[in-house]
């Protein structure tokens, strides 16, 4: 089974500009989460889809993070005007079930360095 | 108050003792409890979860869970280097959201 994929891999990126990421989960996983991950802490969910609708942004920073799950397969993250503090590793993460009960199976992640 | 709290560590053990790793969570409502190993620059993944009240072993790993005292833990048997890396907790609350502690990292010195 493949596991989820993501790219880039690593972004370098002046404050103020726009950038974005890709997550291709794994096949039949409906349930597809956006995380952030700053150095030396735990990953914080930014948003939660089930197939394509939103179940959680609660945690999106709305006025500069964008997410979309078109066709309930990939998603993309957008940040537009990043800020020195977006700096962290974004991870994707899909899982087959409906709710945060159902493990989570993570991509690599895109490490992020905003300058 | 964080959903999940650990203790950041680091934690050194030898090679061949237990390692013992220690979350509390502070939803009463949480269910489901996880635990996750990520090593250095990778993503995480996972070890083991727990629903129940008490001991569920597999392999060198037991996760132990005491709803009444919200506190949950993973016990590593006869550690290795290669378990060295940052354990993260994770619950999930009543209303179904996935909380991840700070992780806790681990050194096992030969």
């Known amino acids: 089974e493949a596991g989820v994929a993501q790219s880039p891999r690593y972004k370098i990126i002046e404050k103020r500009q726009s950038v974005a990421f890709w997550c291709n989960p794994i096949s039949g996983h409906a349930t597809l989460y956006w995380y952030q991950q700053i150095l030396g802490q735990g990953p914080k969910l930014l948003i939660q889809?089930?197939?394509?609708?939103?179940?959680?942004d609660s945690q999106l920073p709305k006025d500069r993070f964008s997410a979309e799950r078109l066709k309930g397969v990939d998603s993309t993250l957008k940040i537009q005007p990043a800020k020195l503090e977006d700096s962290a590793v974004y991870l994707c993460a899909s899982s087959s079930g409906a709710g945060g009960s159902t493990p989570l199976h993570f991509g690599n992640g895109t490490r992020l360095t905003v300058t | 108050q964080k959903e999940v709290e650990q203790n950041s560590g680091p934690l050194s053990v030898p090679e061949g003792a237990i390692a013992s790793l220690n979350c509390t969570y502070s939803d009463r409502g949480s269910q489901s409890f996880f635990w996750y190993r990520q090593y250095s620059g990778k993503s995480p993944e996972l070890i083991m979860f727990i629903y129940s009240n008490g001991d569920k072993e597999d392999g060198r790993f037991t996760a132990q869970l005491n709803k009444a005292s919200q506190y949950v833990s993973l016990l590593i048997r006869d550690s290795q280097p290669s378990d060295s890396a940052t354990y993260l907790c994770a619950s999930v609350t009543g209303a179904n959201n996935l909380f991840f502690g700070t992780g806790t990292r681990l050194t096992v010195i030969p």
């Open positions: 889809f089930q197939n394509n609708g939103v179940v959680d």
